[in-house]
């Protein structure tokens, strides 16, 4: 059986597990149908961005349309759990620095973000189980919504992926949350690619305390790649301030790898208004033993006059690169529309 297929099965078997905690009767059935429409919210999400790369003079462009609808499912006693889904068809035009899962940089392609189920309705201290496309769960990516904008804290070269299809066990406790997962190192693809495969997870302090930190394990082949990193992160909110920071320690292969990034952040009192500066730090070892260091460092600035509205830009910066290669510089702006159709809260 191949491992889309046998993905496509486990699939259908987790939906009638969901299922059957809410077909005892018609009626319940439109109870919980009924359920799940009141709590839903949904979002027609419009983006259009333009960066600007040093030594390049055409502008590239990134536009995005899509959907984003989140709902939780419930019976008459208990949530069964939240369907998170985010479609977007994703045009391409000059972007030099694309995704593996676009063609060129002139592409078109329906891109999946978070796509997936979480099973909430086990009793006790047993874990949640959420199964289809979903963030890998590894560092301060994991904690903090980054999908569609410009400040993020993936980086590709470092773990090689953001988001696969796959399992995932999690759980949020009143003292720790954790997340682990298998996927199948496809990214947009179900298929796995050359027996590809990722295993990630990390647990940490609850994430809505003011100081909360994290330990990340991962391990991959992608590309026939082999990838492992040992991680940890943290966040510090002072009033309007935050400071976070992530760091980690693994191997490419045989090449030992270092990586670090940190982040200080602004909101405003309105809390409309972020300004943020961050600086990102990776190093891989040489044959001759000695380490190749890139450092490059970006400051940005996100404007949200309501829910619906928001324009942001960015400026990155190498300030040390590699084997004398040249430093690039790229200045980006995006500017975000999102409607609410439902408008039920």
């Known amino acids: 059986m191949s491992n889309t297929k046998a993905f496509q ?4 078997l987790f939906l009638l597990l969901a299922l059957s905690s809410a077909t005892k009767a018609d009626s319940y059935m439109g109870r919980m149908v009924d359920s799940a429409a009141d709590n839903s919210r949904l979002a027609l999400d419009f983006s259009s961005r333009g960066s600007h790369l040093t030594k390049q003079d055409p502008i590239a462009y ?6 984003d609808w989140l709902t939780v499912i419930s019976d008459d006693k208990k949530d069964i759990g ?25 592409d078109t392609e329906f891109v999946y973000r978070i796509f997936n189920f979480n099973y909430t309705a086990l009793p006790g201290n047993l874990p949640n189980i959420r199964i289809g496309h979903m963030e890998v769960p590894y560092g301060l990516e994991h904690v903090i ?3 569609g904008t410009l400040r993020q804290y993936a980086q590709p070269k470092n773990l090689g992926i953001k988001a696969d299809w796959g399992v995932s066990l999690n759980k949020q406790h009143k003292e720790f949350e954790y997340e682990v997962a298998a996927t199948t ?17 990390r647990v940490g302090s609850p994430r809505d305390e003011n100081f909360s930190y994290g330990v990340s394990l991962y391990r ?6 082999q990838r492992e990193r040992l991680g940890i992160d943290a966040r510090y909110h002072i009033g309007l301030h935050g400071i976070f920071a992530e760091m980690s320690l693994g191997q490419n292969g045989d090449i030992e790898i270092r990586n670090a990034q940190v982040e200080w952040n602004r909101i405003n009192r309105r809390e409309n208004i972020t300004g943020f500066t961050q600086l990102r730090y ?4 040489q044959a001759s033993g000695r380490y190749a260091d890139t450092l490059d460092g970006s400051i940005g600035i996100r404007y949200s006059p309501d829910n619906s509205w928001t324009l ?9 690169t590699a084997a004398g290669a040249d430093k690039q510089s790229v200045f980006s702006i995006q500017v975000r529309y999102r409607y609410f159709p439902l408008n039920r809260k």
């Open 9 to 12: 099965r486990l699939a259908g």
């Open 62 to 67: 990134t536009h995005a349309l899509g959907f």
């Open 82 to 106: 939240t369907l998170l889904l985010q479609g977007y068809l994703t045009r391409l035009h000059n972007t030099q620095m694309f995704p593996g899962f676009f063609q060129d940089e002139d």
């Open 145 to 147: 919504n980054t999908n």
């Open 185 to 201: 190192g496809g990214g947009q693809s179900l298929d796995r690619q050359d027996g590809s495969y990722v295993f990630s997870g």
């Open 220 to 225: 991959s082949k992608l590309k026939n790649l």
């Open 282 to 285: 990776f190093s891989a070892e």
């Open 312 to 320: 942001s830009s960015q400026y990155t910066r190498d300030i040390d």
